[in-house]
Every structure is written in C-alpha cells, then in structure tokens.
C-alpha cells in the first residue's frame, strides 16, 4: 500500500476514524457493563447478605418455637417444679431430638444448670447458655449464634413459666449442609461457613463449594475479620468472585465464625458478554463497510484526478489528441472541463506556434527552418540511395525600390505572387519551395542532377520574365539565383544554402540569371562577407580618410573646389583603394553608412575652410543606393546646417548607371535635392548609356568627362573630339563641363582650348588627405598661360 | 373492689380483738408508696395467736385471677370459682403447696388447704397469661397495703413481732423482708422499704 496515494490515505483515515469511534463506544460499554455487573454483583450479595441472616433468623425461629413448645409442655413443667430431673433429662433428650437439637439443657432461676443432654457440656456452650438466658430474662426468649468447639452452633434460649419463670431451656442448633444449600437455592451464591481455630487458622464448617475450592478459599480469608466486608475481587481456581464476608459470631479466644458469600463474576457478566459480542460484531461490520465506502469515495475522487494527471502528463508530452470524457457538475467535472479547455487551447496554440516556427505567414510557403529540415532529409535520404539532390536559391532585384515605391502592402503583394509563380513551375510532387526572408526564395529539388537542377532554374526565370501585375500596377522583375547541391557542395543544410547563397550572389552580380555554385568563387564571397563585417568594424574604428582632389577653373588655374573621396587604411592589410570596397559597398548597401559618413566629413572640412576665408566647393558621389534614399535630402539638409553651410557650397556627384538603375526614382531624389539648392553633377559621362533625352530633363549642373576620355586625347584624336562634343553637349544644355584624368600640361591647354570649364588629375594633384588639402593650397601655382591660342586647331 | 377485699380480709382477722392500730407504710427501692403488698407481724415473744382460718377465694373472670395477690393463715382453705365461660385448670408447681384442678367450670366442690408457709404462684395451664400470688402466713396479723401503700394491722396483742413486708415482685426465693416490732396496745406506725419497684396497680 503506497502512503502518498490520496486514496490509501482517505481510506486510512476513515478506517482510523471509525476504529477510534468502535473503540471508545467499545471502551465506554464495556466499562458500563463491568460496573454495571459489579453494581449489579455488589447488590446482589447485600441482598444475599440480608436472606442469608433472615434464613438464619427464620431458623432460629423455628428451634425458638420449638423450644417454647416444650416450656409450654405442662407435664415438664411439672417436673421441673417437683425437680424431678431424670424426668427433665429424658424429656429434654426426646424433644431435642424430635426439632433437630443436638443439645438441650435446662437453667435453672439461680444460673445453674439443672439438666443436659450432654455430660458434661462444654465451657464455651455453657458460657454462651448463661450469656444467653441473661440476654433474654426481660424478653420471652432469646437466639444467638455462636461458636461451639469450633463449630458454628445457633442456640435459643426460652423461659419456662409456671406461670413465673422457674428456669430456662438451651438448645443447640448446627449451623449445616442443609441451611447453606437451601441458600444457594434462593440466591445462586456459592455460601460457606468458616470458624477460625484457636490457633487462628481458617477452618471449613460447610460449604456449597467443592472441597477443592472452599480450601483455597480459606487461604484468602484476612486472618481477623472486623465486620462484615465487600471482597470485590477473589480468584478462587479458574473463577472471579466477588465476595461479601458476614461475620456471624466471634467466640472467645478470638475465635471468629464467617460465612463467605460468593458471586461468581463471569456468570454475572455472561448476558452483557452477548452483548457486547453484538457490538463487536456490529463493529467489525461497520469497520468493514466503512472500508468499502472510503474506498468506493476515494476512487470517486482519484480516478478522475489520475486520469487527469495521465492526460496532463501526455499534454507534457505533445499528445493533444485524447479527449477528456469526465462529465459531472462538481469539482472534479469543472476541474475535467478546464483541462479540456486547457487541452484545446495549448493545441490550437501549437498548432499556431508550429505554424509560425515552420511556415512563413506572408505566402504560406514553408520557412528557412522547415526548408532546412527538407534539405536534410532530403540529404539523407540522398545519401541513402547514393544519390544527389539541388537547392536553388532566388532573390529578386530591386523588389526593395519596389517596395519603396509602390508601398509596403504591394511589396507583399508581390511575395506572395512570386510564391504562387515558382510554386507553379515545380514539376514534381517532392519539389518545394519556401521563403527564407525578405525577397528571398528557396527551391528545393530532391533527387535532382544538376543538369535538371539548372533546366528548373532557367524555367523559373522565363517564368518571371512575364510581368506582374497586382491592382493597376505592373511590375517587370528580375532574379538571380543560385545552384548548389549535394553530394558536391556540401554535407549539410547549412553549407548548402550558404553555397547557394554564394552562388547567388554571384549571379545577381554577374547579371547571368542563374551560377552554379564553384568553389572558385567561395572564395572571393568569403572575402566579401568578412569584407562586410570589417567595413563595419572600420567605420567604428575610423579607419577611413578623407581624402579629397582639387578642381581648377582651366582658363585662370584658379583652384575652385574639390572632389570628395574615401580611403581606407585597414589595420593589417594597409591601405585599401575605393575600387576594391566600394562596388561591395554598393551591392551590400553599406555604401549608404559610407556616403553618410563621408558627407558629414566633407561639411565639416569644407566649414573648416571657409572659416580660414577659402571658399571651394566640395563634391561627394552618390551611388545607387543613396538616390533611392528618401531620407537623404534631409539627411544632408541636416548636416549642411549643422555645419553652417549653404547648400550651394556642396556639390553632389552621380554616375549615369546609378541613375539608370531607376530613373524614376533618382529624378525624384535630385529634384529634391536641387530645389534645396545643392549642386549636382553628373559622373563618369560617356561610360554609360544614358538617353540625352532624359539627361535633359535632370535637374543637374555639372556635366564630368570620364578620363578615360581624357588620358588619351593628347594622342587619340576620337578622344579629342568625344570630349570636345562633349564639352559642347554640357554647354548647349547650358552645363558646367569638368573633365576629370587630366595629368599633362598639353592636356590643360587642349582642354582650355575646347572651352572645357574645370579639370580635375593628377597634374594638380593626386587626392590627398583632407587636413594636408590647406597645405596643398598654399603651394599651388598655376602653370603659365601660353596665351590666348584660341585658333589652335584640334 | 380492692379496698373492699382488704376490708373483708382485714376485718375478718381482727373481729375478735378491738385494739389499736398499726399502721404501716411500704416503700419501694425509689421511695414510692408500693400497693398490693402484703404486710404480716409474726409474734416472736411466745404470745399466743388466734387462728384465723374462715376459707379465703380467689376466683378467675376474664382469663385472670382475682385477686392478683392474696393472703391467708397457714390451714386456711381457699377456694377457686370460676366465673368464666371457659374452663381453667389451676395449677401450682410451689413449694409450699402443689396442686392442679384440673379443667373444670364453676365453683368446685372442695376448696384447697394451704398448710404450709410461703408463697404460692398460681396459674392456668390453659391460659400462661393468668397468674395469681399467695401468700400463706403464720399469724393472723395480716394486710395488703392500698393504694398509697398503707397497711393496717389490728387486734394485736402486746409483745414482740417480727414485722414482715412481702411484694410479688421479689424473686421466687427471696425471703420476705423483715423488721422487729414491739407493739404495747397503743397506735403505731411503721415503714417498711423493699429492694424492688412497684408496679403500678392494673
């Protein structure tokens, strides 16, 4: 039996409770019963006590009367009055004998004894005659019990009248078998008669008991008895009594005579034992259903508590399923519905948690978690069957100008139209695509070779090629994707997607569509990731420099600005030039962190210098990515007022790709950035494909040759005239022209004589760092003008 | 009743002498006058008596004897009628005198002589509660005290008595108590006190 459970301890505790009831009314009955029966045995010998001495006196009555019949008995009245004593003798020896007398004699008036039936009657009898007829000279007699040669006698004494009293007889009666059983017959107590010996030893007259039993009796008897006494307890064999001792005569020499009357307790207590073999019976019935009913309570009560806890304990386990069927309006019931409610609730729960741990709630595509469990399943059952299996992996290009544009609610839109698309090129039941994030997608491809792998990734492309349309908005895209797979490219999920990643990466650099990962180009990725973070960590660290390029007004060699730009002395590699960490720049967006930090050094140079009195204007490039940042004119308006700068003191540079990437958008950013006032320009000019067109309708004012152009026009006559169409192209839509790589003095005059407006190279001034720019300054000296040679023919 | 039977009694002893008186009182033990007690004067001077023996009664009426006590001079015969409607048998186991009449009913045909000094205890065998004393004397000086325990002897002749007081109270064997009178023919008083008590008269 297990003490913790509740229902062991329940039934316990009933069973202790009723126990403990039985056993009090057991104790309390069974003490009433004893003392009850004691009462009952105490009052039984009293009135045992009461007929034994009337039984006596009734006795004594008899011989009394029987002797007064012969004092009456005229003819021994007459021969006590003629003294004629062998006539007294023999009448005395007859009547005794005819009333059961075993001595008789007659006393005389003067004390003496006239006449006996014995001898010589003893001392005691003598005495107790005198004392006798004494007691009773003013009554008609009287009775006495006495001791007699140790035995108990009872005599009478009766005066004989004629008709004065002229003596008295004594008879003497045995106290015998006779009157002790006729009181066992009225009374059903054991009765025994014992006369103390001289000696002081109990010794037995007669008794009702066995001889056996009257002797250990004897034995218990207190040696001097005073009166008449309760013995409540006396162990006479195998029996209790219970006693009351009756001192019926004391004699002399302390003699003493008692009769013992005895009650047998057992027999007094038998009925009640029935009784209380009734109770105990009733007891044990009672213990017994008790026991049954506790048990049948505590079950009512636990087995729906352990069923529950099984419930709860398969709760615990992820088991939702089992239903709770316990029914009932108490406890237990509303208990059962709370862990039912409870049950429900912790499984729609999960449900939901699964949901959003393993599905992506936008398109309801599994996510990169569950995706990476099908990978690796995907693996392993590959790996199995000695096969391979292919991922893809999908990023749109510019869906974040999209979003930018067309809203947030549309981007999503979009997602969710992309998932539907690649969900319909998959040709098999085991494909799957999911979303791993933001314009990200994943193709998983099991049991694909590579060949199949790059037919699903161009069949996905085409089917992007077709444009979307959500609402009355149509929306042409591209991606890149990127293939990996196993057993080639890695072991794992991780490696997998991260290949993939790679090669995706690559793709969309490339503008290819698709690149099957190589681990070729791991490398230079890997480079490119660590690149990242340590760009990052160099723009804490202030790794990067200032450096900026003089510009000169050609016609009078006047430095009238300078060109922004960043280097980048890394801690243990040394100096980094912008060509290896501006690209990456721009297609991880950090370039926006770059452009913020350059600006910010740019105005503060530039205030520097405007407070020394010299006023250049300082020119920044922007890239893509800054021109679709809405934020940046007030970024900028921001940071040309915290350094007290007009917006005219600043000049904002941009390549024709970085425009045309999304005209819309950057006509949008420079004609906000133009109505605050700030200069812009275009960069690189003739490298790209912009439309004249649309050149013309930018708010722009500057317009900067590419050196490419420049380098060689001193020896490549197409250079020449490009940059001198050019130059003419700028001013007719009323541009400043710069021409940028212009390292020779021949190059100057050439420049000056096409009417370019300003140069920048390396005949200057390679860039330098901004805080040796004032220094630069002051030792630049303009080469001497050959005069005017206008004429001078191209 | 009582007072006539001492009259009768008295006077019939003392017809023959006109003489003086004597008077005597009987005390009890507590000092208080004893009635029914039988006062006699025995000569003890040799002086001669007179022989007083007219025959005596005492009858039964009622289950009881009357007198309850008597007195009569040695030789005197008395007789017992019986004026009940049951029979008696008068009994007396006495020393001084034994006899029995046995159940009878009317006057019987002969009286009793007693003729021995003492006192004789009557009863009835039939009926233990009858008893009834007398008193045989050896002089004619006889009386029973009346209520207020006086006696009175008369027809005394001079000389030496012996004044003797007897009461039915004293023991069977107890002798009758005794006092020396010295009577000269002139009024006299005497006071006679017995170890008993008195019982009052029924």
Known sequence: MRWHRLENRIVALFIVLILLVQLAGFVAIRKAIDENARASIRDELIIGERVFLRLLEQNADKLTQGARLLASDFGFRQAIG???????????????????????????????IKASTQAYPSADLQRSALELVTKGADTNGASETVIVDDSLFQIVAVPVRAPVVIGWIVMGFPVDQKLISDMRALSSLQVSVMVSTRGGQWQQDVSTLPKEESGMLM???????????????????????SARLLVLAKGSSNQSAVAVLQRSISEAVAPYRRLQLILLTISVIGVVMAIFASAFVARRITSPLRSLADIAKRLGAGDYRARIEIKGGDEIGKLADAFESMRTGIANRELEIRRLAYWDPLTDLPNRVQFATLLNSAIERAKASNGQCHILMMDLDRFQHVNDVLGHSFGDSLLREVGRRLEQQLERENDKVARLGGDEYAILLPATDVTEAIRQAKRILQSLEMPISIGDQTVDLGAGIGISGYPENGQNSDTLLSSAEVAMYVAKRRGSGFTVYDPSIDKSSQESLSLLSELRRALDRNEFLLYAQPKVELATGKVVGAEALVRWVHPEKGFIGPDNFIPFAETTGFIRMLTSWMLNRTAILCAELQKKG??????VNLSTRDLLDQDLPTHFADILTRNQLSPSSMCLEITESAIMDDPIRAQLTLERLHGMGVELAIDDFGTGYSSLAYLKRLPVDELKIDKSFVMNMEHDADDAKIVKSTIDLGHNLGLRVVAEGLETLAVWHLLKQMGCDQAQGYYMSKPMPGDRFIEWLEQWKAPEMPGQSENMAI | MLKAAIVLTVSAASVPVVAATVTVQVLDVAGAPVPNAVVYAEPTGGQTVAKSLKQAEIEQKDIKFFPLVSVVQVGTPVLFPNHDKVRHHVYSFSPAKTFELKLYSGVPTSPIVFDKVGTVVLGCNIHDQMVAYLQVVNTPYFAKTDMSGHAKLEGLTNGKYALKAWYFKMGPNEAAMEQPLNYQGADMAASVKLAVKAVPVQ
């Not at chain 1, 004593?85 to 004390?111: C, K």
């Not at chain 1, 008897?221 to 309760?230: A, I, T």
């Open chain 1, 82 to 112: 003629t003294d004629d004593r062998g006539t007294i003798t023999s009448v005395l020896e007859n009547h005794g004998a005819r009333i059961g007398a075993t001595l008789s004699m007659l006393i005389g008036t003067d004390q003496q």
């Open chain 1, 219 to 241: 034995h218990q008897l207190p040696q001097k008895p005073g009166n008449s006494s309760f013995i409540p307890q006396l162990t006479i064999g195998d029996n209790d009594y």
């Open chain 1, 614 to 619: 010299i006023t250049l204007k300082f020119s």
